[in-house]
């Protein structure tokens, strides 16, 4: 169940970081300073896409995601699950750190090589894993 919230909140912030299942890339090593792959995905464009979801899901810009501004989208229930997932303080509303703790905390355990990036391979890797 908790895998499957996540899998949900990732899916709302993240497109790009759920998406890529189909493709199974074959191993390539890519020097640090090269351009990413594709389907990689760095630490900044993920906290990017977070910031630039966030202000999507912020409908009256204060700051903050509630589960009425993400029902929207999403449907109450779910909305309400997701926020119950990410809202760490339990003020019933989610901040952009929060969203950021946890997308990146889910980032960093499926880099397993730690350089930074998240390839298609370590995305498959951590949804097998989950
Ligand atoms: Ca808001
Ligand atoms: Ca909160």
Same mark, same amino acid.
């Given at each position: 169940?908790?895998? @499957? /919230? @996540? !899998?949900? &909140? $990732? +899916? @709302? =912030? #993240?497109? =790009?970081? !759920? *998406?890529? +299942?189909? #493709? $199974? #890339?074959p191993p390539v090593s890519v020097p640090p300073a090269a351009p990413a792959a594709p389907e990689a995905i760095s630490r900044a464009s993920l906290q990017q896409t977070d910031k630039d979801r966030f202000a999507e899901m912020d409908s009256n810009k204060d700051g903050f995601v509630t589960a009425a501004e993400l029902g929207a989208a999403a449907g109450p229930e779910r909305a309400a699950q /997701? $926020?119950?997932s990410l809202d760490s303080n339990k003020d019933g509303k989610v901040s952009l750190a929060e969203l950021d =703790?946890?997308?990146l905390g889910m980032f960093d355990k499926a880099d397993s090589n730690r350089d930074g990036m998240v390839t298609a391979q370590e *995305? &498959? +890797? #951590?949804r097998r894993a989950n």
């Open positions: 169940m908790k895998s @499957l /919230i @996540l !899998a949900g &909140a $990732v +899916a @709302l =912030a #993240a497109p =790009a970081y !759920a *998406q890529g +299942a189909a #493709a $199974v #890339a /997701i $926020v119950g =703790a946890m997308m *995305q &498959a +890797a #951590a």
